[in-house]
Structures are given as C-alpha cells and as structure tokens.
C-alpha cells in the first residue's frame, strides 16, 4: 500500500437521503453515559485514559449555545452502519495464533476484548487478503505452482494456508460478534495466471479470466463450507500498487470486463451471494480504476454487486460525495488505512477519519492489520512501518505480552457504541470539536467526538428539545449515548 504523509481534507457536506417528519419521542432528563480516550504526546499515541466511563449527566429542558455547539437532529437520516474493524493478515494472524508468543488463556483474552460486543470494542468488520500481503511471512497464494506449469482446472486450489492461522481466528471473531461481516482482498493472483509468472506486479492473462473467476469461487465456497460465508469481495487490491510484494497489474477497462463477463457470471452460476466492490484503493484512483466498472449499468445494478471500497492514502474525501451524489443507490465502504509511524498525530488521524469517512457515506470504517509485533512485523516487503490494534511481543524481554495501542480505543469509540444496522443522523460538524451522530437499531443515540485542540471546549449538546453541557479535555475523544 502506499503510504501518504497527511491527513485527508475535510469532507463535504453530505445530503440527507431521508428526512422524517415523525418527532422523536424522548423522556424528560434523559440520561447520557461518557467514555473518554485521551492521549498525552504530540504523536498521539501515549494513552492515558482508554475508553473510560465517566460520571453519566442528564439532559436538561430546553436548548442553549456553549463555546462549541452541537445539534443532533435523528429525524434526518443517512446511511446505514455495517461495521469497523481491520484485517487478520497472515502476521497478524500468526503473530495471535501459532507464533507461540501467546497463550491460549491470553489469545482468548485478546479476541475477547477485539470483538466481544459487551465485554470488549465489539470490531464488527473483518477485510481478509486472499493469498499473502506485505504483512504476511511469506508470497503464497491458493494455487501454487512451479516455475513453468499452469494449473487451469485449479486441482492444486486449498486454503490449507488460511486453516492454521487465519480461518480460526475468524471464525472465532464470528462467534465472539454474529453481527461480524466479512470482505476479502486478493493482493496477487497465482503467478501462473500472471504474464510474468510472479508474485509481484504482472497482468493477469486474458485466457485465464475465467479460471480465476472460479478461483474466487472456490475460495467463497471454502470459507463458506467452514462457518465463515464471506459478504464483499473486491477483485483487487490497489491495482498496480506496488512493486516489492505481492501485488498485480490491471487497468480499468480489463477490471471492468473481468468482473462484468467472468467474476460476476461465476457467482451467479454458484448461487453465491457474496457482493463485488469497486477499487479497493485511493480516491485520486476513481477515475482510472473505478469508473469503467460504474459507469458500467450491467455491472452497477448486477444483484452481486455492492458498490465502492475506498482507500484513504491520497485524494480528497469529498469524492465519496462526488460518486455518491452520481450514483445515490451505490453503497459506499472505507476497506483500508492504516496506521503507522509517518502519522503525526495517530488519535487526531483516526478520529478525523471516523467522522470524514462517515460523513461521506461510508458504511465501514476499516483499517489494515489487526496485529504486528514490536518491530511492526513480520512483513514480506511493503510496509515495514505499519501499526494495529494491537502490539504482539514475540520474542523480546516482554514476549507473551500484549499492548493496546491508541488505535484500539479510537475504533472501540465508534465499534462498541454504534451498532449494525444504525444509521447516521444529522449532527453539526465543527473544525475543532469534531463529530458524527448515529441513531441504533433499539433507539439509543450515540454522538461520536473530538476535541483536537489542546485545551478544555465546552461543548452544549442540543436534541430535541433538550440540552447538555460537557466540559471536553484537549487531544480527547468522546462518546456520548443516550
């Protein structure tokens, strides 16, 4: 994946698809609970209070104006939440599973506190690569074969590979959350299919359309065989991108005509129901990757297909708007950003992340590995610079252990609030007190905030008819349920 060193630009302002003229009943006093996550280093990464509930306070009669406003309004509705989370990549995986750094005690503790919707941040969105990515040990994909041979009908396919890692793991994470939905990503195609028989880069030969179409067949049905079907599908991950890891050629014309007259038609004739995503990369990469397929009406309102997976490593946000407002029943996700190093102020990223991507019509919010271990490993080229939710020690003075990294807490302030199946409602966004507001599958609200400034904001929170006021700590994130 390659890597940009800024935060993405504030999003656009985006149209209600829905607004319902029946009031929205409330009891008077209504109580509000508190979590708060702050961080006390410029990188925002030292945290010092971690999804901490706060003393509840209670919504008074009437509304008011406070040194920063908010109006919550859930009688105007946008799109529905699916679910956040990341990725068990082949090291994140491992690392969890059969690398010997964790106990089985401690690894359950760890699922537990990722997925669990009650006793942990209730991660609700799992992107699988299919085959290796730079965050795996080794290039592998499903059906490997030597230098110089093909495997056309495929009788070498076997997930073999995912088995002892990556598959248990995530049917654990579904049986920890039911509500979990899952995406896979290929990196590469089997290097035969490739014209340059490699891992890396390559362009996936014409006569071997159709049998990679099966490929990805067979590999939704083996998921699907073991508990675990899978529900998006994106036929390439950052097409083109990059040289050094596994990783393949297409442009958007050859995307477009595979998943249109192979990838598709093999679904339908497997009676699959897995749904297909468009580009799986950057905004700036909708033109050239994305538009053929959308612009495409056979494949846009095609029964398996699902609509966008956006990347946010370049470009604007507002182009989700921008596609969005072109093609107002095309669903968008936000499949990948990661974390890491070049990020200057990890809380702030992840926060204005939450709130830009929702914003914008994204019903995920995703980010990359789930794990790596205290030298942001191992990684087979790539990204060697990549954080997670979590840190593995494995084979240092504190292996066995694990840390909890900010990134956890900002996707628990979003993931154990806000429920699949709630739909974002209207809220007033500021530049300093950012902020997103969801209304739940069973009524409860929950208003999502930041305060990026470095000192204390009064914020007055007006709903219906009634207001709080809260004094929010600088460099801390706020959720806040009623």
Request: charged share 15%; net charge negative.
């Amino acid at each position: 994946m390659r890597r940009r060193h800024f935060l993405p630009l504030l999003g656009v302002a985006a149209l209600a698809v829905s607004t319902m003229l029946v009031p929205t009943a409330q009891a008077a006093n209504e109580p509000v609970n508190i979590w708060l996550t702050t961080t006390n280093d410029a990188g925002g990464r030292t945290v010092t209070r971690g999804l901490e509930k706060q003393t509840p306070i209670a919504f008074s009669t009437g509304t008011g104006t406070g040194q920063q406003t908010i109006t919550v309004d859930d009688n105007t509705t946008y799109q529905q939440f699916e679910g956040g989370g990341a990725s068990f990549t082949d090291t994140a995986a491992w690392l969890m599973n059969s690398s010997g750094a964790l106990s089985q005690s401690t690894r359950d503790d760890v699922m537990q506190k990722l997925f669990d919707p009650n006793t942990g941040i209730g991660l609700s969105f799992v992107r699988n690569p299919i085959g290796a990515s730079d965050l795996a040990r080794t290039s592998y994909t499903f059906d490997d074969m030597p230098a110089g041979q093909t495997d056309p009908g495929l009788a070498h396919f076997s997930i073999a590979h995912d088995q002892a890692d990556v598959l248990p793991l995530t049917q654990q994470a579904k049986q920890l959350n039911p509500q979990l939905k899952l995406m896979a990503s290929p990196w590469s195609a089997p290097p035969w299919m490739k014209d340059n028989d490699s891992y890396n880069l390559g362009w996936v030969q014409s006569q071997y359309y159709n049998n990679y179409a099966q490929y990805f067949v067979k590999y939704l049905q083996a998921y699907k065989n073991a508990g675990v079907p899978i529900d998006y599908l994106s036929v390439q991950n950052e097409p083109t991108c990059c040289d050094g890891y596994p990783s393949t050629n297409w442009n958007g014309s050859g995307l477009a005509y595979f998943t249109k007259n192979s990838l598709l038609p093999a679904l339908h004739s497997a009676g699959l129901s897995t749904k297909v995503l468009a580009l799986d990369w950057n905004w700036d990469q909708y033109q050239s990757f994305a538009a053929p397929s959308m612009d495409d009406a056979a494949i846009r309102t095609d029964p398996n297909f699902g609509g966008m997976a956006w990347h946010g490593y370049g470009g604007d946000i507002g182009q989700q708007t921008t596609v969005h407002n072109q093609y107002p029943d095309v669903n968008a996700y936000s499949t990948e950003h990661s974390g890491g190093t070049w990020v200057g102020d990890q809380q702030a990223e992840d926060m204005n992340n939450i709130v830009d991507y929702t914003r914008n019509w994204s019903r995920t919010v995703t980010k990359w590995s789930l794990a790596v271990d205290q030298n942001m490993g191992p990684h087979n080229g790539g990204c060697g610079t990549c954080t997670g939710f979590i840190t593995v020690h494995n084979g240092d003075s504190r292996s066995g252990q694990v840390d909890y990294t900010v990134e956890y807490y900002t996707m628990g302030h979003l993931t154990k609030f806000v429920k699949p199946g709630a739909v974002r409602i209207n809220s007033n966004d500021n530049s300093t007190v950012r902020n997103v507001a969801w209304k739940n599958p069973d009524g409860s609200k929950a208003l999502i905030a930041y305060n990026s400034s470095t000192s204390d904001q009064n914020v007055r929170v007006n709903w219906a008819g009634q207001s709080f006021s809260y004094t929010l700590p600088g460099h801390t994130s706020a959720t806040f349920t009623w």
